[in-house]
């Protein structure tokens, strides 16, 4: 794979110049998007907003997005890991920052959290926006059971939903061709629960095949290990994650050498992307954000830019 397409976004210059008239940057942050496709544009007005306080970004198209080159259904979580740790040393060398982290939205906030763990040296701060800090497999039955009962599944229908997916999770990870679990589902195809359960990112072979390479990352796990402050923003109202849950696996997981300079918000009134669900029409996603998301964010980073 080659190069990604990236951006740099830096003080006082909303193009992305390294030294604006409010000076060159005090820290960085690389842009982690979440799963599924997405391009350097998923961020909106974020990168803006971080450049008029000093914080210099980079994001980029995901692999096979925008002008990105690659696909990101065939990485695993080491190869985004590894693919944000490059994208932090491109920032460090371009921004000129010493100071810099990682922000990671959903996924990106496991991919967040590995890159750290795998380089201590190398990741000053980590910021996980709706991440969650339970295994792939528990996050994903949670959604699909959240969504079945949403929808109005009776609860057999729901169980009956679950069972297939525990079943295609357990034979994915055991090692199943991909092909032959997605060529199975097609018998399931008149159940009530089968475009939920079944649908994307269920869909085709090369996204269960994404799936069953991240079905052995345990988050739990890594965060003892964690070398730097950490910042976690959760939406009260997210579906996506089992945010109670979370909040009991930081509280006792967390290394205590940082307790003084980590962060734990849980926002009202608002989902994953931190914004209300459903998103108010006809208004950008970047100005319906929960109000206090960046103040949040940008006390953390001057905490650990000082």
Known sequence: MGPLNAVLCT??????????????????????????PATRDAWQGVPGWLAERGIATLRHDKPGCGGSPGDWREQSFADRAAEALAALATLRKQAGVERAGLIGYSQGGWVALLAAVNAPDRVDHVVTVGGPFVGVEEQRRTLLARVMRRTGLSEDAVEAGLAWADERAARLGAGADPALVHAEQARFTGEPWHAVVCGPPYDTPQTLAFFARTLPFDPPALL????????????????HVPVERSL??????????????????VLPGVGHMLHPVPPRPGIALFDQLSVGFLPLLGDFLERVAA
Do not use: T, Y
């Open 11 to 36: 003080p006082g210059a909303a193009g992305g110049a390294a030294d604006g008239p409010d000076g060159p940057a005090r820290a960085g942050l690389v842009l982690v998007d979440g799963s599924g």
């Open 224 to 239: 003892p290990f964690l070398p730097c402050p950490i910042m976690a923003f959760f939406g009260a109202d997210d579906e």
């Open 248 to 265: 009991e696996v930081l509280g006792a997981r967390l290394p205590a050498r940082h307790r003084g300079r980590n962060g734990i918000a």
